[in-house]
């Protein structure tokens, strides 16, 4: 097995007397899609919160590319190349979609100095992700699934070695859906490490090639998706026969 | 952790250090080992501190339920405290009636209806919204109570039972009335306590701080606990202000001033622990007593104590803990607008200068008569002030329209630059100077905004305003800065360009010609500035603090820069200021002074350049409206009460009179086709999805489930097909 690029080593969060997160190791490897599931409630986000440095750990270590970044700022973590997506809209409401994904580039700039020009990375993006025609309306006039393509595209912009998708279907229709299932696939086939948070069981199976389980902050499974489906306590903890949890 | 620890302890130690430093310089005549000495500074100080804690309880209680921090709680309680006066002087009511009737009658009547009218509305607002709306009311009911009563007639509530001795504590006499304030203020704090942990109020309340939604759902009524909260607010204010009128008198300004003692101690309290407001407000008070009777600040600073309370709220963020970056609480607004173009700008620019030079050189028949709004040099000295306070306007724009860090000390900045100018060349006429002294105050706006860059935007709020108070109150009566002995004109006329400005009569012109050509030069700047990557920096940092982090954004550098550009525009609006008044006295910059141009500005709509002119001419309307009436005594206050009033509507329009006006003329101008299309989508939009939230909570109760009911709902929740049961199972299409 490869050396993942990203892992975290028994990570603890604790929020007054909640274990929101207790002793989660992950591993993400570059050029593979990791998948990170579990029901509402499971700690998927301050997972993501944890690795990005949003949220500080209680107890554990974050790697990245063999160096412990647990406590390293937000932004700098952003400069050694971890981007991600939320799960509640976090886009820059009052500027159009081209300046949400240009901020993105020229902050890139900072760091990155391949001598790359912001703007042509930004109209690149915006092919890619299939936002041009409306890249100079203000992203809070777009709906949500465009909005979250906006999301993506200006994580994307930073060129990042490791990309956190936090529910990238939301909002989605199926065929956008698998339009982003496809555009994936290119970014990962580049080399991209992608973790993944996902309810849409369909997406998460069809394209992680690796799945992490949570549950109530612990790790219960780890393996391909046919080891998960197979997986008896993932079937009794979490798809069990209740699949209301999953609605929302 | 450790780390952190050990850095808070280190900051402790110096503060402590500087404090002994402080106390020591400055120690008085009167020895701390006498008993007298003692027993009056505890008996002062904790009857003072009662009062406080009164306060600041109140205000932590409405925050920690309703989420809005009203500024305008302290002169809320001022002008129950004028009420208070009227009925049991003017009125001859008995004393505890005319305190029943204020406290339970017309503090909770004025509580419910904030909320009605502006609170409720509020509470989805951003915090640059809340923040102008609660002082916005601060500056109208201020207004309002210097309308009602003349400020010239001097009105004293006497203390309670004043002619009674008191009682002998130690070498000491309490008064009555410092014992029942002492006892009011327990009584307060055990009835806070008590409604708050044992009611079925006070536990919805509660549980509407944690989540709202949540609270809507198991029963409790949202709108029940916001009323009363605000009237629970209310009525501590009010009672705070009944208590302490007799101590600092019935002056508006000092009683309107304890909102920089409520929101210290609220800090303290880090906005949501009620016991702890109690705590700060009674440090206040004993800090402050300490300094009456162990400290003599010398001459150079001889308001000093009068600062306490900025100094204590200073420190006191010193020690908060780190904000954490939140996520999933973004807004997004449905405006439509597009970048400005150079082009248009430039054009703007242009019509700027035309529109006031056409006024100042009497081209605009209508204001060339000899009464109302004459090319006289008075109106040409009032249109340069407003011009300055254009500049301090437009200095605001990055700092608060872009980045999103509201503050209340630009005026401040401004009135130091103004000192400063003196001694950097303004006396010799050298321009040279303005540049020295954009240079010192660029610094000097990091500076105050340091303690607060780690912490959440309502704490720099405050942080600005209590540097406000303590400009005026310390800075800015330094000897050494302005000579208090010297009345005379302190500037010689600045040469620039070949005009000659100066607060002279025959100067006047140019003067007025001189800042409309550089306000117009800033609006461009600014103009072009919002199309670099300055400035979506700025904007995206203002939007979304944890997603700006995470694309690699350093927030506390993007913030000091803009507020170094923030401060030294305002130090080039000081130098101009200084020009204009020519001669400065200590009592120039008063904090109150600096609000309406902000909020004048917000009302605008401050994410704008233009909105900085629209807000001068804002200001000039004010005088304008006054003599057109014929400056009758109703209007005295209408330099308050017009701003104050404006920003309150703001809880209606939120986004700024020429976001409004914008949209609606931008359809007009022949090349913005762009504009018609949007408006008729979005008009389109609005009227898929026009479904009122009332119509949405009585579905089905009141109104029946029609089709066309049901997939508007649909639309408006974002539902687009049936739940696909396939996607819901993990491996269900097997």
């Known amino acids: 097995m490869t050396e993942p690029i990203l892992s975290t080593q028994d990570i603890v969060v604790r929020f007054g007397v909640l274990q929101a997160v207790s002793h989660a190791s992950i591993d993400v490897v570059e050029g593979r899609v990791t998948g990170l599931i579990g029901p509402n409630g499971a700690g998927k986000t301050t997972c993501f919160n944890v690795i990005t440095g949003l949220q500080e750990p209680t107890s554990g270590k974050v790697f990245f590319n063999g160096r412990d970044i647990t406590n390293k700022n937000p932004y700098k973590r952003a400069r050694m190349g971890i981007a991600r997506t939320f799960q509640k809209l976090e886009v820059f409401g009052s500027l159009s979609a081209r300046e949400n994904i240009l901020v993105a580039a020229e902050q890139r700039k900072t760091w990155d100095r391949s001598g790359f020009d912001p703007n042509a990375v930004c109209n690149e993006m915006l092919e890619k992700v299939g936002l041009s025609d409306v890249s100079e309306f203000m992203v809070g006039t777009l709906p949500t699934g465009t909005a979250r393509l906006v999301e993506l595209a200006r994580a994307l912009a930073l060129n990042p070695r490791v990309l956190l998708l936090d529910e990238p279907s939301s909002g989605l229709n199926e065929e956008e859906t698998e339009e982003m299932a496809s555009l994936l696939r290119t970014f990962v086939d580049e080399g991209l490490a992608v973790l993944l948070v996902e309810h849409d069981m369909s997406f998460v199976m069809g394209t992680c090639e690796y799945i992490h389980v949570l549950d109530f902050g612990t790790i219960i499974a780890t393996g391909t998706p046919a080891e998960i489906q197979a997986n008896p306590v993932v079937q009794s903890a979490y798809l069990g026969t209740e699949t209301v949890e999953e609605a929302s | 952790m450790r780390g952190k620890l050990n850095g808070r302890l280190v900051a402790a130690i110096v503060v402590a250090l500087i404090l002994a430093f402080i106390v020591n310089k400055n120690w008085g005549s009167a020895s701390f080992f006498d008993s007298k000495n003692i027993s009056t500074f505890l008996v002062v100080g904790i009857a003072l501190g009662g009062i406080y804690a009164i306060t600041a309880g109140g205000l932590v209680v409405t925050y920690a339920t309703t ?165 629970l607010g209310c009525m501590t204010a009010g009672l705070a202000g009944i208590l302490i009128a007799p101590e600092t008198g019935l002056v508006v300004e000092n009683l309107a001033l304890i909102i920089i003692v409520a929101a210290a101690a609220a800090a303290i309290a880090q906005l949501k622990s009620i016991p702890m407001a109690f705590v700060g407000g009674l440090i206040i008070g004993l800090a402050t007593a300490f300094s009456a009777v162990f400290l003599q600040f010398g001459k150079d600073y001889s308001y000093a104590s009068e600062a306490i309370p900025c100094v204590i709220l200073f420190i006191a963020l010193l020690f908060l803990p780190q904000a954490r970056l939140s996520t999933g609480k973004i807004r997004l607004t449905k405006r439509t607008e597009r970048l400005t173009k150079p082009w248009e700008a430039l054009l ?14 009497g081209w605009i028949p209508w204001f060339t008569g000899t009464t109302f709004g004459q090319r006289s040099a008075i109106w040409l000295g009032r249109g340069a002030g407003f011009l300055v306070f254009g500049l301090v306007m437009i200095s605001l724009i990055p700092l608060i329209g872009w980045a999103g860090q509201v503050s209340f000390a630009n005026f401040a900045i401004a009135g130091i630059g103004a000192l400063l100018f003196v001694h950097f060349g303004g006396g010799d006429g050298n321009p040279m100077g303005i540049v020295w002294v954009m240079l010192v105050c660029a610094p000097l706006g990091l500076l105050i905004a340091l303690p607060a860059l780690r912490l959440k935007g309502l704490y720099l709020a405050l942080a600005t305003m209590a540097f406000a108070e303590f400009t005026d109150k310390v800075i800015v009566r330094h000897p050494r800065l302005l000579d208090p002995s010297n009345s005379g004109v302190l500037y010689k006329p600045l040469k620039i360009l070949g005009f000659s400005i100066s607060s002279e009569a025959t100067d006047r012109k140019a003067f007025v010609m001189f800042l409309v050509i550089t306000f117009a030069l800033l609006f461009l700047m600014l103009e072009l500035l919002r199309r670099t990557r300055w400035a979506r920096r700025w904007i995206a940092m203002s939007d979304s603090p944890a997603a700006s982090a995470t694309i690699g954004v350093n927030l506390t550098t993007s913030k000091m820069a803009v507020f170094m550009l923030s401060g030294a525009m305002a130090g080039f609006a000081g130098c101009m200021l200084g020009l204009q008044n020519g001669a400065l006295r200590v009592d120039s910059f008063p904090m109150f002074a600096g609000l309406p141009i902000v909020l004048l500005l917000a009302v605008q709509g401050v994410r704008y350049p233009i909105a ?23 209007l005295t206050q209408l330099a308050l009460i017009g701003p104050g009033i404006a920003a309150v509507a703001m809880a209606y329009r939120p986004e700024g009179a020429v976001f409004y006006t914008g949209r609606d003329v931008a359809g007009w101008l022949p090349w913005r086709q762009d504009a018609r299309d949007e408006k008729k989508l979005l008009q389109a939009k609005e009227r898929e999805q026009n479904i009122g939230k009332d119509e949405i909570n009585d579905l089905g109760l009141t109104r029946p489930f029609t089709e066309d009911k049901v997939a508007q709902l649909d639309r408006v929740l974002a539902i687009t097909d049936l739940v696909d049961e396939k996607k819901m199972v993990p491996g269900g299409a097997q």
């Open chain 2, 612 to 634: 900085a002119f629209m807000g001068v001419l804002g200001l000039a309307s004010f005088p304008a409206i006054s003599e057109l009436f014929g400056n009758p005594s109703w």
């Open chain 2, 67 to 231: 989420g809005i921090f009203n500024f305008a709680h302290a002169a809320i309680g001022c002008f129950l405290a004028f009420v208070y006066w009227q009925l049991s002087h003017q009125y001859h009511v008995p004393l505890l009636l005319a305190m029943a009737i204020t406290l339970l009658v017309v503090a909770p009547a004025i509580g419910i209806l904030l909320d009605r009218v502006i609170m409720r509305r509020l509470r989805d607002a951003s915090l640059v919204v809340q923040l102008m709306v609660t002082v916005g009311l601060m500056l109208t009911i201020m207004g309002l109570t210097l309308t009602i009563w003349s400020p010239k007639t001097s009105r004293t509530v006497p203390h309670f039972f004043e002619s009674s001795k008191g009682v002998q504590i130690g070498s000491v006499t309490a008064t009555w009335h410092r014992i029942i304030t002492v006892v009011v203020a327990l009584l307060v704090a055990v009835a806070l306590r008590w409604l708050l942990y044992r009611t079925r109020l006070g536990i919805s309340m509660r549980a509407v701080v944690d989540s709202r939604s949540l609270a809507g759902l198991v029963g409790a009524k949202p709108s029940v606990i916001s009323g009363a909260s605000w009237s």
């Open chain 2, 348 to 361: 703007g620019a242009f019509a700027i200068v035309a529109i006031v030079g056409a006024w100042a050189n």
